[in-house]
């Protein structure tokens, strides 16, 4: 039986290195021998940019792109924008009766973000309750695998929570999912900090120019005793190393490269100029697809709107069976009424 992926973004901005090596790389290897849905998440970037619904409409098209670009082939991936797919909102309603406050304040993913945003006080009760929309997601669409960076994990465990609570309950209808996380797990900013991400501004985006990802790369972080060529180098915690592991295919060489830093002998800059070899050659085609599409934003809309219309397909049947279970369908009367 082919299994089902299902995975996503917020489009609060242009997807970046970190969205590659936390999933993006795995859905292109997958996508041919799995059924694979790829959720723009507009209703979630809502969640904390209430206020700026231009934005999030501009960046649909945005990661629709970057997906395109690094290969997701629309044939094989049906790209789904979620406020397309009311079902989801729906399946929400039904999950949020099954988890408390307690639990909800307790995810770590959310609390960093809380932190990281500056919420204080004033959490909006949607970005609290995002997990659990997350969790309508994954198995209105019955995913049984989810590729996701590692600052996810904790979704997909709540997911798994909600899953056994509904089927106790109601019978065995929502597929319990399993998270893909890759060999690693959560590429750190340029700067060094623990994640790469638009808001901190340590982000390399897949449609930075050559240019601009050499300045970056340059600029990044790396062993602060390593003052001069011959010092010997730490590699574990290096963030240069770290994007080479993420990154570099040659593995051979890159455990060559490591050796000679540990001894001494290899320089900071020699490094990052490898390490910008290694990017832009991942880059470059990266870049050159994206522009093309870039040409025709109305092919990259209709695809998203057959990408839609096909999720919204396997969500509805997922929710007339959620329904039936939950004694919430009034045959024989025709129901909903405008079914009839
Ligand atoms: N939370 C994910 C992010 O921050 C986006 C997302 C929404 C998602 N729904 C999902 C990820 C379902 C995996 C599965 O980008």
Redesign the pocket.
């Known amino acids: 039986m082919r299994r089902t992926i299902?995975?996503?973004?917020?489009p609060t901005g242009p997807l970046h290195l970190g969205?590659y090596a936390g999933?993006l790389a795995t859905r292109v290897a997958l996508q041919h021998s799995h059924d694979t849905y790829l959720?723009i998440?507009d209703l979630?970037a809502l969640t904390d940019h209430a206020d700026r619904p231009e934005e999030i409409r501009h960046n649909v098209l945005e990661v629709a792109l970057d997906y395109l670009a690094v290969g997701i082939d629309p044939k094989a991936s049906a790209i789904v924008i979620?406020s397309g797919v009311p079902e989801l909102a729906e399946l929400t309603g039904y999950l949020l009766n099954l988890v408390t406050v307690a639990r909800l304040e307790r995810n770590p993913?959310v609390k960093e973000e809380i932190r990281q945003k500056g919420f204080g006080g004033e959490i909006p009760a949607g970005f609290l309750v995002?997990p659990v929309?997350?969790a309508a997601?994954?198995t209105a669409f019955r995913?049984h695998l989810?590729?996701?960076g590692a600052?996810?994990v904790p979704?997909?465990e709540q997911t798994v929570e909600l899953v056994r609570r509904f089927n106790r309950i109601y019978g065995s209808i929502l597929v319990e999912p399993e998270a893909v996380v890759p060999r690693v797990a959560r590429l750190p900013g340029t700067d060094g900090r623990a994640k790469m991400s638009k808001s901190l501004g340590n982000a390399i985006y897949l449609s930075d120019l050559p240019d601009v990802v050499t300045e970056k790369v340059m600029r990044m972080y790396t062993d602060p005793r390593h003052a001069r060529v011959e010092d010997p180098g730490q590699v574990e915690g290096n963030v240069v190393f770290t994007y080479l592991d993420a990154f570099d295919e040659d593995r051979p060489a890159l455990e060559a490269l490591k050796e000679r830093y540990r001894a001494g002998g290899l320089g900071d800059v020699a490094l990052k100029h490898h390490l910008i070899d290694v990017l832009h050659r991942l880059l470059a085609p990266i870049r050159a697809r994206r522009q093309d599409f870039a040409r025709d934003p109305e092919h990259v809309m209709r695809i998203l709107a057959e990408g839609t219309r096909r999720g919204r397909a396997v969500a509805g049947e997922t929710l007339a069976r959620a329904r039936r279970a939950m004694h919430l369908d009034y045959e024989p009367v025709p129901w909903p009424p405008e079914a009839a």
């Open positions: 299902l995975t996503g973004d917020r969205h999933s959720l998440a979630q979620q993913t995002y929309s997350q997601d994954i995913a989810v590729p996701v600052d996810q979704m997909i």
